[in-house]
């Protein structure tokens, strides 16, 4: 369907100037065609009524869907500074449905409880981030957990992302092609130090897939995005 920008007055849709000629000249639209016409923020089905002078009703509104269709969790462990802020905000920009910050072995920070303010911070990015993009929900960001808890996790598609994997074949882009509509999606990301070969041989044991995110080492924080940019994508193109 044919895509406009106007504005919405009452039943009536005026298509903004330059694209009138576009429409009526270089698409050739006809009487009785529907079109599809945005106002910035909503969408709207629209029916062309007439071309001379140009009138187009309004017969529904779109309702848009801007959540993915896999359930995403993304776990990291926290970092250092203002990084978790940026992976949560970012992280519901890409569609994540929940975070869970968590401890371990090479963990830098030493988080009090959920009292602690940089939580509270988190859950305010997760907000402005919803609002940002429009979102329906906003994400749950989860207290504090250890990384033995996170193993523990049930999903349908249980993936550590391992440095140690980097450069392999291995690697999340894919894997991302096996996850299906509806399906939940845990993946892992360490701290600024990286995971332990025993974390690692742990979440082996706990039936993750280690996986790579490509052939560079990337910053923990880029990690976590870059993850969620792929199963965000993968999700929303099949
Ligand atoms: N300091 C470590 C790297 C830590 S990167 C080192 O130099 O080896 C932080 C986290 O990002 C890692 O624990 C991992 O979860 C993820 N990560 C970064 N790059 C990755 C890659 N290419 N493949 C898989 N995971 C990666």
Not at 81 to 91: Q, S
Not at 126 to 143: N, S
């Amino acid at each position: 369907m044919q895509h406009y920008f106007g504005t919405i007055a009452g039943d009536n849709a005026i298509i903004d100037g330059k694209q009138v000629h576009h429409m009526i000249n270089v698409r050739r639209t006809n009487i009785g065609e529907h079109i599809e016409v945005s106002d910035g923020s909503e969408a709207y089905l629209c029916v062309v009524e007439s071309l001379d002078p140009l009138v187009v009703r309004v017969e529904s509104k779109i309702e848009q869907k801007r959540e993915l269709d896999i359930d995403l969790t993304v776990a990291f462990a926290l970092l250092k500074g203002d990084h978790n802020d940026l992976i949560v905000l970012k992280g519901t920009e890409l569609g994540v449905g929940k975070f869970i910050p968590f401890l371990s072995s090479r963990t830098i920070i030493a988080p009090k409880d959920e009292t602690d303010n940089r939580l509270l911070r988190l859950r305010k990015k997760a907000e402005e981030g919803a609002m940002q993009c429009r979102r329906e929900t906003i994400p749950e960001v989860t207290e504090y957990a250890r990384l033995e808890d996170v193993l523990k996790i049930k999903a349908d598609h249980k993936l550590f992302a391992y440095e140690g994997m980097a450069g392999t074949s291995d690697d999340l882009y894919h894997y991302a092609s096996k996850i299906e509509k509806r399906q939940s999606v845990l993946v892992v990301i360490g701290p600024e130090g990286g995971f332990s070969y025993e974390e690692a041989r742990l979440a082996l044991d706990f039936d993750f897939e280690l996986v790579s995110l490509g052939r560079r080492i990337l910053r923990a924080e880029t990690a976590a995005l870059y993850a969620a940019s792929i199963l965000s994508a993968a999700s929303e193109n099949d």
